[in-house]
């Protein structure tokens, strides 16, 4: 898509105030956060074009705008995709799978963990014979998760063998794949997003570890810690399995 540079400047500032806050973003909190060097005119008029393109969006009386699963996505593709993960949490992870991978019960319960703290999301673990998840109250930090529907319907998901396991190998891809807001399919999780990969686990024959959380998640941790615990996998089972 192609946007000017300062389209690019003020849609990147809306994502970041989103982020923070999952509330809508005014041009004059854009002027008073960031040097964009224009005013707060302007700002609403390359606002007016931005949602023309589908990238922002309004749901209140107020003049704010919220950025669209598709400003999300491609802030992910664009902005984020090339960044790589702390090494501290690479070590972390490396090691801690390293560490247990000749106990199938204590790698799971290390992965769980581990994602979960790092990540500041619910963490699953798809297996051929079970479905294992943690960091329920992570969701908690999220003011869009106090709507008890939209938790239901989590818990559902995650209680449902069936359901998770289509999901996943219906939307599976090479490397991490991401499903953000409305793109799952699902009205209470319009507010989520969904990331997850296919992963080497002892003779399992579908096997994928994800993350499930709001989708202002920190995109930058997620895709490359679930791209680590893959890699780790493959290093400390391969020879062996």
Known sequence: MDLTERQREILTAIIKEFMQEADEVGSLSLVEKYDLGVSSATIRNEMVKLMDLGLLEKSHISSGRLPT??????????????????????VEIRQGIYRDRFDKDVVIKSILEI?????????????????RYFGITQLFKYSEFKDIEKLKTIFSILED????????????????????????????????????????????????????????MDYSVVIPALNEVKNALNASMSGWR
Do not use: H
Request: one cysteine or more.
């Open 161 to 216: 063998d069936t359901y998770l396991r289509d999901m996943v190998k219906k939307y599976s891809s090479s490397g991490v794949s991401l499903l953000i807001g409305g793109e799952s399919g699902i009205k209470e999780l319009t507010d989520c997003a969904i990331a997850f990969t296919k992963i080497p686990f002892w003779d399992e024959e579908q096997a994928y570890v994800g993350v499930l959380g709001s989708k202002r």
């Open 69 to 90: 699963d598709q400003a999300l996505r491609l802030y992910v593709t664009n902005v984020l995709g090339r960044r790589e993960l702390s090494p501290l949490v690479s």
């Open 115 to 131: 994602l979960s703290k790092e990540t500041e999301s619910l963490v699953f673990l798809v297996l051929d014979d079970q479905i």
